[in-house]
Nanobody
Framework: QVQLVESGGGSVQAGGSLRLSCAAS????????MGWFRQAPGKEREFVAA????????YYTDSVKGRFTISRDNAKNTIYLPMNSLKPEDTAVYYC???????????????????WGQGTQVTVSS
């Protein structure tokens, strides 16, 4: 089991910044790919960014490229998502997710992730 706890959400005006964190505990953090997803009201949960554990390969959804940066600190069992130039359409509950990966490809679909945090609200006002 991997337990995930997000923090860092809040309310900002458009153009502002926030940094999300996700602390992991339980099974070996270093063997798990980590991802961020978000869910806006009335919409499905969507992929935001992910980082592969074995080589730190990263992938972002197009709408956040150049604005969000995913990183991981294996020593602290924590991943981060600094978010800059926030837009109202970034408003959502942001979820951290983990997936054991035995030397495979980085998964982008939420159905591949086994462990989820409780979510943290990000609200961007215009």
């Amino acid at each position: 089991q991997v337990q995930l706890v997000e923090s860092g959400g809040g309310s900002v005006q458009a153009g502002g910044s926030l940094r999300l964190s996700c602390a992991a505990s339980g099974r070996t953090f270093s063997s798990h790919d980590m991802g961020w997803f978000r869910q806006a009201p009335g919409k499905e949960r969507e992929f935001v960014a992910a980082i592969r554990w074995r080589d730190s390969f990263i992938y972002y959804t197009d709408s956040v490229k150049g604005r969000f940066t995913i990183s991981r600190d294996n020593a602290k069992n924590t991943i981060y998502l600094p978010m800059n130039s926030l837009k109202p359409e970034d408003t959502a509950v942001y979820y951290c997710a983990a997936r054991y990966n035995n030397n495979g490809a980085l998964a982008l679909g939420r159905e591949f992730y086994n462990y989820w945090g409780q979510g943290t609200q990000v609200t961007v006002s215009s």
